[in-house]
């Protein structure tokens, strides 16, 4: 026999018992993937988005609009190459969904986010069609609509000049990312700043949320950002200028702090595994004190009795773990699928990376005293039952 | 038969001293289920109480129609004093209508455990009648600010919650100072919030009319009123709401995401929990082989055994229960937490561990207790009698 048959072996000696370990701890590691994953959706200062943008806002709030007549200031600005700018619009779907939905000069966002991929006649249609509208991918998926179509869009902000709030756009594009991380933010919408302004009843012309500035240079973002706020400084309309990374970031962290609760959670789901597993390997070595002493009398040595000990836990705790987080992908994928991919639950690789090291922490956790104990073992004593 | 049961169950719970560690497992797994249950869902309640609490039903919130939210709404001024003189409004000591014009904004804090990233503080400016509509809001420290002044007074939540809000500091807002002169308490949501003179925030915001009006409702019959006199309106088109509804609404979402959340993970955690406590009650049951084999042998039936394997995994579920109750409550009860509300700024709430959360947890942990000790009883009670005395 081989030691790892050896092992396996003595894992199944008692069926039952085995079993229901690994049944914990697979529900443990479905867990774990899931929660990491909902911690990575709201990872949003993923390195990905670069340091390459900047967006400046009102420094008392993004809600606050800036004048359009920033402009050609923040173009002059040494170190930037293009400027782009964006209105919240305030759109709904139906009677209640929100959109993430802005108002933009096309060209202008089109240079300064080449991430986002669509044929050319599609932008060609966007910059020449006063009431055109784009949307990502996911979003036209959601709700089925195709380019051509004619999408009544309310706005819960802006009421047009007849005082209706049912605005309707004509699609004239859907545009993807250029990667894996870009395509599963295609959840937003935008439409033709120019339109927006003359057609709104409130009369607000050129009022932006952000100014996006793209940079020559990402080196030089702190200085460009240093630049924007000191020339804006003590007038109405001051600014703050962070990166686009950073914006993100204090946006998600708006919601609130799940990083927190998820972290309390797993804390409670390992601690309670600990137990389970390192009771049941107690037990395991328990009942075999006399045969362990007769693997020394054999010849083993008290490192190779070790091995065997720590090999079991770590053949239990890798199973359960690896069914565990395929579980947590298979479970992530459903409800990616079941939401239209409005809600990203991907157990990627870094979930797997942190699993697996989660996997080898616990095995030792929970192998290590039992294992201790049993390297400790006086043959004599063992055998007489002492 | 029932004396049969009290006697193996008492003979099981007094050895459950010599097998600790299984029996552990039933405990601590439980209390980890139910901690993390009631800690979500003290969440949840914490949040929807604060909200549920700040709406009166004898007062109305106007805003324009279809905005959803006061952040949204906008009317300017010559709308803002028409709807005062809509019937339905109650009338002030001073024989005005009461009601109070407010315009919301946004202003930018900081988190107390952050250093640079800004979170949504809601800025109102009231009309001197906002503060008589919110009687249960008072002045804890300092003093009211002084109309015309660029003067704030900070709600206890944002004091808690984020930097530079203290009496005595300033704050930026549009390239203007801002002195913090006084702090308030509503136990609510305006706790969340920094408050102004409206006349003050329109100039310094460039905006000349209001985001929403409140007024008191006159009479149980006020509301209805009001409606159809706003609807009768051609020049105004708005959305009436009782304040309390308006308020109460606000909570769906926020109940839904987080009880969605609290559910798959109990559920999980249940299971895990589930096959812990089969293991542990099989394992008791296996080392108890012997005792019960006698028992058997001696006379004593099979459902006295089956009784008595149920009563202890109960009891150590129960245990655990309430010892996970007990930590989500030392951990949890009035921590003091904030997330985007309705109006995109934050909303500083606590958890709050009721009773019957507590109530809710143990019967999850009595459910799991009865499954966990199912099977292993049944085996217990079909051990058979000869091969078990027989074993070493």
Redesign the interface.
Known sequence: MTRSGFVIANLFRKRTRTVLTLLSVIMAFLLFGLLQSVNTIFNAGADFVGATRLFVQARVSFTSPLPISMLPKLEAVPGVARVAYQTWFGGVWQTNTPLIMFSLDPQRYRDVYPEWVMPEEQWQAFIHTRTGMIAGKQLADQYHWKVGEKIPINSNIYPQKNGSKAWIFDLVGVFDGKDEDWKKRTNLAFIQQDYFDEANQFGVKGRENFFILKLADSGRAAQVARTVDTMFENSPDETKTQTEKDFNISFVKQIGDIGLIVRWILFAVFFTLLLVVGNTMAQSVRERIPELAVLKTLGFSDGNVLGFVLAEAFALCLFGGLVGLILASMAGAMVQQATGGQFQLTVDYHVWLIGVLAIVVMSVAVGLLPALRARRLRIVDALAGR | MLRQALAITGIGIRSLPARW??S??IV??LA?VV??FT??LA?STGFVSTLKATGRSDAAIILR?????E??S?FDRDSTDLIKEEPGIATGADGKPLASAELM????LV?KD?V?????ITLRGVEPAGLALRPQLRIIGGRTFTPGLRELIVGRGVLQQFQGAAIGDVV?????EWKVVGTFAAGDAHDSEMWTDINVARS???RSGSSSVLAALDGPDGLARLKSGVAAEPRL?LDVLREQDYFGGQTKQFRQTIGFLAG??TV??A???V??A???M??AVATRSKEIATLRALGFGGSPVVMSVMTEALLLAVGGGVLGALIAYALFNNFS????GQN?T?VVFNFKVTPQLVARGLVIAVVIGMIGGFMPALRAARLPVTTSLREQ
Do not use: K, W
């Not at chain 2, 930026?172 to 203007?176: D, I, P, V, Y």
């Not at chain 2, 937490?337 to 985007?340: A, D, G, H, K, Q």
């Open positions: 560690a299984p552990l497992v601590v797994g980890g901690a993390v800690a979500l969440m129609g279809g905005s959803d939210a952040l949204n906008a904004v946004i202003a930018e988190r952050d640079r990233h800004g979170a949504n930026r807002m549009r390239g203007s310094t915001f460039g088109s798959v993970v999980i955690m299971l895990g929990a096959f812990a089969l293991n542990s099989y394992a937490v904030s997330t985007l995109f934050q």
